[in-house]
């Protein structure tokens, strides 16, 4: 096991969409294993090492989302860094802390305006790690609503 990245996108994005986005970005699409409920792309990215993404529907604070995972290095954070550039979303750099990053995206709904609603209709507890984390990276205070 070791540290994986994960960024958290809009659902209305599909498999087809992303990878069509991450050739827009530059990267070669190398392969496509589709399984039950969740599907792994191979993104050749210009090294010996490929990234193996892992893409799946997912629920994050009561919001369906399309979860995007791969072992954390260089290359991985550029391409997710890409992909959020583009469709917003939330970056974890290393699932080992619960730091996320916010990208707001030119071509999508407010993504602070989504988080904020959740949080505000109680979808995400205090207690909820995650919840904790999201609330901090929107800057928003526990007992302010």
Same mark, same amino acid.
């Given at each position: 096991?070791?540290?994986?990245? $994960?960024?958290?996108? =809009?659902?209305?994005?599909? #498999?087809?969409? *992303?990878?069509?986005?991450?050739? /827009? &970005?530059?990267?070669?699409?190398?392969?496509?294993?589709?399984?039950?409920?969740?599907?792994?792309?191979?993104?050749?990215?210009?090294?010996?090492?490929?990234?193996?993404?892992?893409?799946?529907?997912?629920?994050?604070?009561?919001?369906?989302?399309?979860?995007?995972?791969? $072992?954390?290095?260089? =290359?991985?954070?550029?391409? #997710?860094?890409? *992909?959020?550039?583009?469709?917003? /979303? &939330?970056?974890?750099?290393?699932?080992?802390?619960?730091?996320?990053?916010?990208?707001?995206?030119?071509?999508?709904?407010?993504?602070?305006?989504?988080?904020?609603?959740?949080?505000?209709?109680?979808?995400?507890?205090?207690?909820?790690?995650?919840?904790?984390?999201?609330?901090?990276?929107?800057?928003?205070?526990?007992?302010?609503?």
């Amino acid at each position: 096991m070791g540290i994986d990245s $994960r960024l958290a996108i =809009n659902s209305k994005y599909d #498999l087809r969409q *992303i990878k069509l986005l991450i050739e /827009g &970005l530059g990267y070669k699409i190398k392969k496509t294993d589709l399984l039950d409920d969740h599907s792994f792309v191979t993104v050749d990215v210009g090294t010996e090492n490929a990234v193996w993404l892992y893409v799946a529907r997912t629920t994050l604070g009561g919001i369906d989302v399309n979860y995007l995972s791969a $072992r954390s290095n260089d =290359n991985t954070l550029k391409l #997710l860094k890409g *992909i959020a550039s583009v469709t917003g /979303g &939330l970056l974890n750099e290393a699932d080992c802390d619960s730091n996320f990053e916010e990208f707001q995206s030119p071509h999508d709904g407010n993504v602070r305006f989504i988080l904020e609603h959740t949080i505000l209709r109680d979808a995400i507890k205090d207690s909820d790690k995650i919840g904790d984390a999201v609330s901090e990276a929107i800057g928003y205070e526990k007992g302010k609503k």
